[in-house]
């Protein structure tokens, strides 16, 4: 268990990261270009940003925007979930290969083969998804809302994909009565913490509440005090009368914590919780995607107004 302090912190003198920085806002102005980073972001990312949030809130936001350009910072799949909402802008995804390893276990055939198996179903994507598998489902969700979703579908058999542990979570919680068929993809990172690691953990920090991600395995999910999404963890942290959390999910988050919650502690479950694809974005790599207006994210017209209908029924649950 590490306390996550250093890590993820990039090492580079303060006038290099200054000129950095004002180069950005400079073209931030001229593009009339606004910057979004998620919760896992680099601390110096994060604070580029115009706003910073879980996969919920950076969709909601990004049609908020009054901006011609959105710079995201964060994987391929939230930039183009923006790019579905916002036709009228360009979306750059800020590092040209940051992608999201869960959401390229499924594609549209083998979605096409899985909806085959349980006709009649419901088919509930996590925004972890590509937009070819978005526009195949009938509605989307993120961790901070799959719940609520499955509960607003009529049907009482739900496919779920791609994360197989957010979908045994949803089944574990919900106060439907309903069949919920998880397709069996995960997220590389939470799948790396276990059991042992939170006992181990807790004992060592017997008073402190253990909050976990829903991308995590059953068994880590059963010993956690919340299961909460990213966003959702932040304020839980600042509202709880605890002085100190145990936290499993990716170590970005830390900053967010202390920035937000500044006299309590926070501790990693394992010090293995890094998304090296959420560590490709740095201050030199947004410079360069603005510079060059490379990474510009574009869905197809057609795919592009069928996801739509997906994330938009989504967005319409509060
Ligand atoms: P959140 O929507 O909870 O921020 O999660 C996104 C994600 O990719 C978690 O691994
Ligand atoms: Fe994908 Fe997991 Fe990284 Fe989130 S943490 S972007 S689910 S690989």
Redesign the pocket.
Known sequence: MISGRKSAVIERPEAEREALRSQILELKAQMRAVIVA?N?QHPEVQDIADFVGDSLELARKSTELEAQAIVFC??H??AETAAILNPDKKVYLAHGTA?????DMIDGNELREWKARYPGAAVVCYV?TTAEVKAESDICCTSANAVKVVESVPQSEVVFVP?ENLGKFVAARTKKNVTIHPYPGY????ARLNAEQVKLARSLHPDSPVVV?P?CKPEVAALADQVLSTSQMVRYCKESNASSFLIG??MGILHRMRKEAPGKEFFLVSNSLI????KKTTLDSILETMRSGRNEVIVPEDVRLRARRAVDRMLAIV
């Open positions: 998620h896992y964060g994987v799949f939230m992608g999201c390893p869960m959401a972890n994360d997220c590389v990172t939470h991600h991308e999910t990716e998304c090296p694809n959420m």
